[in-house]
């Protein structure tokens, strides 16, 4: 019987650490890319203006997450059943069936000329309630009602893409980056890193997570590098963050003169698969060195 018992306490013990680390299988897809083709200043797409509609973030780009799309490939922001969702830009706006029956694609006319020249630069809009008909919108102008088609709780899921070959989630935060920190922190509340930066033989970024519009941190920054494409990645230990901006200098890492590709792991406490930065696949292996699979990188020189 005390064995049984035992043996009943491991089963469910095993069974507990499955759903509380949250397990995930690699998945090398591409699915994310770095920036849209040009960067010019986008609305919230909850309001007419730029000073307003700044609620608060759920689940930010690229970020790690117990459920659903993991990392997650938009962003999600606070909105009621049937809130109104304008147009951050001018653009073109199309019915497309993604999470739900009324999501909206967003071609952008960066350079407002009217006339679709912008290459492969489109907005997603998923969960959508209801949607305005087709056809160009200036900025500002409805598109359509925030719902929860294709999902539990009401909210609205949008992010900048490419489609070429697939959709990939591109980075969000430079087009609101002409925002003040009050706003969505600068667009920073929106992509799990930004602002990448190298100086002095310093890598450098900012990053956390929105939970829920709640402030965390990663459990771990953690560097990788490397001096030759195709080549083993050198772990390089944790990264340390003053206050959201990590740092890491690589000056005597590697030789003067040398070219350095380097990149970066978001691991995120009570869940189990990492995110990257630059993004590149779905759910890679948390080790870069436990595949064949190229992941994206930065390249610099240390001088």
């Known amino acids: 019987m005390k064995r049984k018992i035992t043996a009943f306490a491991l089963s469910i013990t095993a069974i507990a650490f499955f759903f509380t680390t ?13 920036t849209p083709p040009s960067i010019v200043n986008f609305n919230s797409p909850l309001s007419t ?10 689940s930010k780009w690229n970020q790690p997450r117990p459920v659903g799309t993991n990392p997650h490939n938009g962003v999600d922001v606070q909105a009621a059943l049937n809130t109104d969702v304008y147009a951050p830009y001018d653009g073109w706006s199309t019915g497309i069936t993604g999470a739900g029956s009324y999501d909206v694609e967003f071609l952008v ?5 009217n006339v679709k020249d912008d290459g492969d630069y489109k907005v997603r809009f998923y969960h959508l309630n209801s949607r305005e008909p087709d056809g160009k919108k200036t900025k500002g102008t409805l598109i359509g009602k ?27 935060e430079v087009n609101y980056r002409h925002l003040s920190s009050t706003n969505w922190n600068s667009g920073k509340d929106l992509d799990a890193y930004a602002v990448v930066g190298w100086n002095s033989n ?30 083993t990645w050198t ?3 944790a990264i340390t963050r003053s206050g959201d901006v990590y740092s890491y200098n690589f000056t005597g890492k590697v030789p003067s003169g040398t070219s350095v590709q380097w990149m970066f792991r978001l691991t995120r406490s009570g869940t189990s698969q990492a995110a990257f930065g630059p ?23 240390v001088s």
């Open 235 to 237: 772990d390089g230990g």
């Open 49 to 58: 203006t730029s000073t307003s509609g700044f609620v608060a973030v759920n």
């Open 202 to 231: 310093t890598a450098s970024f900012t990053a956390y997570i929105r939970n829920d519009g709640v402030k965390e941190y990663f459990s771990e920054v953690r560097m990788y590098y490397r001096t030759t494409s195709g080549g």
């Open 279 to 301: 993004a590149k696949f779905y759910q890679p292996d948390n080790d870069p060195n436990a595949s064949s699979n190229a992941y994206e990188y930065q390249t610099n020189t």
């Open 109 to 113: 006319d960066a350079n407002n000329n």
């Open 146 to 172: 925030s719902g929860n088609q294709g999902t539990n709780a009401a909210h609205l899921h949008f992010g900048i893409c490419s489609t070429s070959g697939g959709v990939k989630w591109l980075r969000n």
């Open 22 to 34: 949250n397990v995930f299988a690699a998945d090398y897809s591409i699915v994310f890319g770095n």
